[in-house]
């Protein structure tokens, strides 16, 4: 436990351990409401968004947990199993587009960050004609960096994009999540449409950019360990799901910490933190904790009993994880054997990691395969 200073000058406490990270999580006294004093947000433009609607992953029960009802039977185990054959065709004609492409291809824009907004879209409804679009403003909201006229623009447009579409979808309802979200809550009043444009950018922007730079972070990290990534090329589906676990562990690409503010005093390892205190609970410290992970900064695909933490915990821990899972079950595995022989073709040191986005990964990943330089 110790004070860090963030970039607007407060010293909110940075939680690191495993048990205490997931103590912050479970407790109720720990608000996740950004528009609470002391919260310690975690930019400008993430603070201009959180003000301007906010999305219920910035609020606290009881809430937080009526919109998130709404949702549950729709990211639901059973329900997104059902989306199996559609990502599994999308995953082939993504493969198909980038054996015909002329080589090096960039893994990120033909694959990794495709698959998840193609499998977004087709949820939400929304057209993926318009992804460049919302694609782009949704880098500008997670760019730490961003000055605030470039996170509000960015939030304007996003809204002002999605409620034209549910508005639309209100008159003339289809089969997404949209319209049901428009004929079964909006229609009787138990949401108004602002809140439904809230959930849409949540869901939107939380649903491609996360899965896509699991996608790109993730084979980057198995073509580095070449025994590993044959393993999963060549392995069963519980292979495949231990090593996409350990995947997102090793790699907690949601890597700022999850945010929260006390809303009474509370005695964490030890520490007292005051009432009004901001706390940073680093999940990317947690999932390497050695009390918990053999070697944690190796990777190995064959770890068992790998509870962690890249999902969040507690009653905001991530909804679309059963489908986040679906697409790097799928996806991961069909890339490497599609092109057993894909590398990067660049040096380690010539990529971009995103160090300044709230998802972290690499901006680029050069990929080539067959004899093709
Ligand atoms: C590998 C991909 C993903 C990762 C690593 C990830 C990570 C996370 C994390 C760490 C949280 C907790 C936030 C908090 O406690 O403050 C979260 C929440 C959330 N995630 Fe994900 N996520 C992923 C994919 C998705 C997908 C595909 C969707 C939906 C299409 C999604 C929708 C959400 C929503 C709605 C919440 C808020 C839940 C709540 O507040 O109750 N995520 N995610």
Known sequence: MSRVRIWDGTTPWLVTRYDDVRAVLSDARFSADASRPGYPVSSEAVKISRERGPWFVAMDDPEHARYRRMLTAEFAVRNVASMRPMVEATVAELLDGMAAAPQPVDLIEAFALALPSIVVCRILGVPYEDSAFWQEQSKALFDVTSPPDVGRRADNELRAYLDKLIAEKERDPGDDLLSRLATTYIRTGELTRRDAVS???????????????????????????????????????????????????????????????????????????????????????????????????????????????????????????????????????????????????????????RDEMITYGVHELPVTWGSAE
């Open 199 to 353: 959930m849409a950018l949540l869901l939107l922007v939380g649903g491609h950019e996360t899965t896509a730079h699991m996608i790109g972070l993730g084979t980057l990290t198995l073509l580095n360990h070449p025994e590993q990534a044959a393993a999963v090329r060549d392995g069963d589906d519980a292979t495949v799901t231990s090593a996409v676990e350990e995947l997102l562990r090793l790699l907690t690409i949601v890597h700022t910490g999850r945010r929260r503010v006390a809303t009474e005093d509370v005695e964490v390892a030890g520490v007292r933190i005051r009432a009004g205190e901001g706390v940073i609970a680093s999940e990317p410290s947690a999932n390497r904790d050695p009390a918990l992970f053999a070697e944690p900064d190796n990777l190995d695909i064959h770890r068992t009993a790998n509870h962690h933490l890249a999902f969040g915990f507690g009653v905001h821990q991530c909804l679309g994880q059963p489908l986040a899972r679906l697409e790097l079950q799928v996806a991961i595995p069909a890339l490497l054997r599609r092109f057993p022989d894909l590398r990067v073709t660049a040096a380690e040191h010539e990529l971009r990691f």
